[in-house]
């Protein structure tokens, strides 16, 4: 990690107030005597405060999760998944029974109102250093789980192991290895799954050229259905993904550790290469590829060593598929730390899932030192930002929260690997956090509280969404007559709408706002009084009718 101490910015919305005026308004009552009598039309006043969103955005955290039979070292955390009420968790320096650092993995569930552990998973042939639970997937009722220092019949070949559930039981069933196995492959450095499909990183193959291996389910048998790589590459497979029909493979070590990825797809039966994915303003040492992950048109890659202003803040990028398909190509968007530092390391650990994209910084102080932070953005209409930063609420210095994380709906995980707990120094941990909407603020109605009949007035609304929602408006003039929904439109900003009252009365304007998740506001009021013209009834008045300019020239002041 690059130490460097420095002051953060803190970015805070400026906080508005608008007050509307009292204007004092003339209405002319004759103009041959050059007399004016002056009335006063009250206008609404409103008064708006900006709020200063708290950095969560609707992102809480719901539970703080530890292994049930967790120990110091135990390195619990170091890598997650969450697929709806599933969460697998790594703890690939577990011991198993005599077995130092053999490895586990655990499987979380939610009930409905929290996280339990359903089941503890480890290798059937667990052994020393094998580190089963570097890598995990989980997708329904079936997980995968890497061991990447499984010595097989040499040394670091690696395996990946293959857990189904049935009922509320998780079994063994199969254990994966490649056709080709060689000493330090590392195969299942990386794994992911998705249905019948599988794929496993092997990164060390070929002298650290590194593929990556493709397996399908028939029945209960997993078989291998090709080996995946790309010419002049390093490290690829150090980081894996799938989301059918395609995967992407992470190789950060290619060009000096500037990094890439690269994108199969399955088409019939076999499987073709589309493309490298690349920074546009990558360098050496940027590691590029690190992380990866890919959930239909979107996929995104973590750079964490690359520099920003002071070295090292790292980035993330991401690609949408374009309309013919993935091809090689460089980013749609790169997205950076509101707040970044040098050394923050964020990409690191990345995940996308529908509109949602988290990506850790684990090394992020905080108020200490590599406390870790995530970060989560939500994509708009055109572009991704930045909805939520979360932390562990009982976050300490050197835990690297965020070393893995993993999103899904309304729900994301962070691992904390180097956690002291209960559990003993470094044993580990990992963090669910969940997405609440909440409803944009009851509309504030801006206009004339006054007028005369038949008269066009301008009204605007204002509504603010703490989530940063976009927000629709539905508006009641009180005449029987309404807006219906209009928009959405970006949360916060005042949208206008024109109406007139065709008799004169007493009229509520009723408005109320909602956001795109369809939660609505409450009803916001404005009373408006529509009183007979008066300067009508005026004989006078009556009389400049024979003089139609002038009338239209004292009509227009009478109407304001």
């Known amino acids: 990690m690059l130490s460097i101490d420095l002051y953060k910015i803190l970015l805070l919305k400026n906080i508005k107030q608008y007050t509307g005026e009292e204007k004092m308004r003339k209405r002319a009552i004759g103009i041959f005597v050059c007399m004016m009598l002056l009335i006063t039309a009250t206008l609404a006043v409103a008064v708006n405060v900006d709020e200063i969103k708290p950095t969560s955005r609707g992102w809480s955290e719901k539970q703080k999760l ?8 135990d390195r619990f955390g170091s890598s997650v998944d969450i697929n709806g009420y599933d969460a697998i968790i790594g703890a690939y320096f577990d011991d198993v029974s005599t077995k130092n650092n053999a490895g586990s993995a655990y499987v979380f569930i939610y009930t409905g109102s929290s996280w339990t552990q359903q089941a503890k998973l480890t290798a059937s042939d667990a052994d020393n250093d094998d580190e089963f639970g570097i890598s995990v997937s989980i997708d329904g009722d079936y997980a995968i789980v890497g061991a990447h220092k499984e010595d097989g019949s040499g040394t670091d070949r690696g395996a990946a192991y293959v857990f189904y559930r049935s009922g509320t039981t998780w079994t063994q069933q199969q254990k994966l290895t490649p056709g080709d196995t060689a000493d330090n492959d590392f195969f299942g450095k990386s794994v992911s799954i998705d249905g019948e499909y599988a794929i496993v990183g092997c990164p060390g193959k070929n002298s650290n050229q590194g593929f990556s291996y493709i397996f399908k389910r028939t029945g209960t048998v997993w078989s291998q259905m090709t080996k995946v790589g790309a010419t002049g590459s390093n490290k690829l497979g150090w980081s894996v993904s799938i989301s059918m029909p ?36 990558g360098v050496s040492a940027d590691l590029f590829g690190i992380s990866v992950s890919i959930d239909s048109d979107y996929a995104i890659c973590g750079s964490p060593g690359h520099d920003l202003t002071y070295g090292g803040e790292g980035a993330a990028y991401i690609f949408e598929k374009p309309g013919t398909g993935w091809a090689t190509m460089t980013e749609t968007q790169k997205i950076t730390a509101s707040d970044n530092e040098g050394g923050d390391g964020f990409g690191q650990s990345v995940s996308v899932d529908g509109d949602g994209i988290f990506v850790a910084a684990p090394y992020e102080d905080g108020t200490g030192n590599a406390r870790g932070a995530g970060y989560i953005f939500n994509r708009g209409s055109s572009s991704w930002s930045e909805a939520a930063k979360v932390i562990a609420s009982d976050a300490a210095n050197d835990d690297y929260f965020g070393w893995g994380v993993s999103i899904s709906g309304n729900s994301a995980i962070s691992g904390a690997y180097a956690d002291d707990n209960t559990n003993g120094v470094d044993a580990g941990s990992a963090y669910i956090f969940e997405w609440t909407n909440q409803a944009p603020s009851t509309p504030t109605i801006n206009g004339p509280t006054s007028g005369i ?42 949208q206008t709408k024109s109406h007139s009252w065709s008799s004169t009365g007493t009229y509520i304007i009723e408005a109320k706002a909602k956001d795109v998740h369809d939660a ?24 400049l009718e024979n003089y139609p300019t002038l009338y239209q020239i004292i009509k227009t002041i009478l109407e304001k």
């Open 66 to 73: 530890l292994a049930t039979d967790g120990s110091g070292d």
């Open 246 to 281: 395609c995967v992407i493979m992470g190789a950060y070590g290619t060009n000096s550790n500037t990094g890439a990825a690269h994108i199969y797809e399955l088409q019939g039966s076999s499987w073709y290469g589309k493309g490298a994915l690349t920074a546009s303003d």
């Open 453 to 494: 009949p038949g008269t066009p007035y301008n009204y605007k609304f204002k509504s603010t969404d703490p989530d940063g929602d976009q927000v629709s408006y539905y508006v009641k003039w009180g005449d029987n007559t309404n807006t219906g929904w209009f928009g959405p439109f970006d949360s916060g900003v005042e």
């Open 520 to 543: 609505e506001s409450g009803w916001g009021t404005l009373t408006v009084t529509i009183p007979k013209t008066k300067a009508m009834n005026m004989p006078f008045l009556r009389f």
